[in-house]
């Protein structure tokens, strides 16, 4: 590490010979994250040399006892600020800046202020997103309450996995897996045992992958269809003040379709007040529903959030039968 701040021109050789050609769309792509990366160690350097200090520790990687939960992680920089508490800086190379609120929730965020006071013996004072694309810097903080939740959502989390109640989400980062052939999303691509046409019952696998997408084209095209016709039979009802047309074969009813739901912020302060919210916690009305069927819950309270509950959205919703022919 330097003891003093390194010169642009080191720092960009040093640039230069580490970086990895790998994983890019193609030459061009990867010419143009290059150029960034210059562009982006340009203005940090210009911003920073400055006020150049020794972190106590960079891509620190951490293994801590939580309980009987083993965590593990890698935080890229952590600082000790003039109060001698620690500062912790995650480094953000996306083009979305976060905003205050999503640095308030980030569940990595918290991780990192756990894992640093149970190294460091330190409380961290500040939690902070440096993000490269603008150098700019958010910084936020955890309160006791919060490091409890925190907490709690580990051993939901744990509990889930001992369940196995979770399911594979595929992201941008499951190029670089090392754990593809473990992973229902792209296990299929390994299973080098089974004979070229790969049947499934029945089915030539290769065949009905072929007929499902194009058949599914298909699909999303006679739903553009289906929606435009549908767009005008709702507008001729609504002019005309109709509920329902007929035709020759069929007749069709229009009718309002509301979809209800919670405001976070409303049903955050009523549970907040009655000490409730970690039931909730990540937002989701699927658990405020529940939390309406715990028998532990006031009938008082229920009321109050069922009274909270609000139509969120609303569509018109079309439905046909075949008409009767008289007799």
Not at 149 to 175: G, H, N, W, Y
Not at 198 to 217: H, N, P, Q, S, W
Not at 270 to 297: A, M, Q
Not at 304 to 312: A, Q, S, Y
Request: glycine letters at 4%; proline letters at 4%; aromatic letters at 10%.
């Amino acid at each position: 590490m330097f003891t003093t701040p390194p010169t642009l021109d080191e720092l960009l050789k040093y640039y230069r010979e580490n970086w990895e050609s790998e994983g890019y769309k193609s030459k061009i792509d990867e010419k143009k994250h290059f150029e960034l990366g210059i562009k982006i160690l340009k203005e940090f350097y210009k911003i920073n040399s400055k006020d150049y200090k020794i972190p106590i520790a960079i891509e620190y990687k951490f293994n801590i006892d939580l309980n009987g939960i083993v965590l593990a992680g890698i935080i890229d920089r952590v600082d000790k600020l003039p109060s001698g508490k620690l500062e912790i800086i995650d480094y953000k190379s996306g083009k979305r800046i976060p905003s205050i609120e999503d640095l308030d929730n980030d569940l990595q965020l918290s991780i990192y202020h756990i894992a640093a006071e149970k190294i460091w013996g330190i409380l961290p004072e500040k939690l902070t997103i440096y993000h490269l694309r603008s150098n700019t810097t958010i910084s936020t903080h955890r309160k006791p309450d919060q490091i409890k939740k925190t907490i709690e959502i580990i051993f939901d989390v744990l509990d889930d996995i001992e369940k196995r109640k979770f399911e594979a989400k595929e992201s941008p980062l499951c190029s670089f897996c090392d754990f593809q052939q473990f992973c229902p999303e792209f296990a299929h691509r390994y299973k080098i045992d089974e004979p070229p046409q790969m049947i499934l019952g029945e089915i030539d696998v290769l065949k009905a992958v072929k007929e499902y997408v194009e058949t599914r084209k298909k699909i999303k095209e006679l739903n553009v269809k289906v929606n435009e016709i549908g767009d005008a039979i709702i507008k001729y009802c609504e002019d005309k003040g109709f509920s329902r047309v007929f035709g020759e074969k069929y007749s069709i009813k229009v009718s309002k379709v509301e979809k209800k739901g919670y405001e976070e912020d409303e049903v955050k302060k009523l549970l907040e007040d009655e000490d409730l919210w970690h039931k909730v916690l990540s937002f989701d009305p699927k658990r405020v529903t529940s939390l309406l069927e715990d028998p532990n819950l006031s009938y008082e309270l229920k009321r109050k959030l069922k009274d909270l509950e609000k139509v969120m959205s609303e569509y018109n919703q079309l439905r046909y039968k075949e008409i009767e022919k008289k007799k």
